[in-house]
């Protein structure tokens, strides 16, 4: 099973091919924001990992896991980074399977199509829970820079740097 080390590899890993899709090529929202998804999934399983030391195989029972209300004590997370996880999750589900990004929604016949607003509000989600980790395990990331009009004036972000015109060099 993967550990602690493994997950946050893999973590760093996801923000880099984010990062470089993002740059070559920012018109897949979708993917974009499926990324910053699982990217989080890792931060989510190193967590679980490190107090614990379970390994669970599916993401709701990763979600019962951290759930501040929920009955394992040592690997629940604050109701903000679980909050952020969960609406982290559901922009993600939009990406996948086209349906709104709402808890409980009723469901349409329209498809939801993922825009630059739901990948800034990706970041945003995951920039939250970067920054938890990071201080919760001493971990550093690397700054990524990121090309989303939406974000540019974002002055909230501390492992996002919001660029306002994509950059030329392909990676």
Known sequence: MADFNDHISQAKHNLKFLSGINMSHNEFFDWEVTVSYYTAVHLINAHISKKSNLHFRTHSDSKMAINPFGSLANTKVPENIYKSYIKLELLSRRARYLIKDVENAI??????????????????????????????????????????????????????????KLSKEVF
Do not use: G, M, W
């Not at 920054?131 to 939406?150: A, L, N, R």
């Open 107 to 164: 469901p349409d016949n329209s498809a939801h199509f993922t825009y630059d607003k739901h990948f800034s509000k990706a970041i945003r989600h995951l920039d939250i829970l970067i920054t938890y980790f990071s201080k919760e395990y001493s971990i550093t990331f690397p700054v990524i820079d990121i090309f989303c009009i939406t974000l540019v004036n974002d002055l909230q972000l501390s492992n996002f740097k919001a660029l306002s």
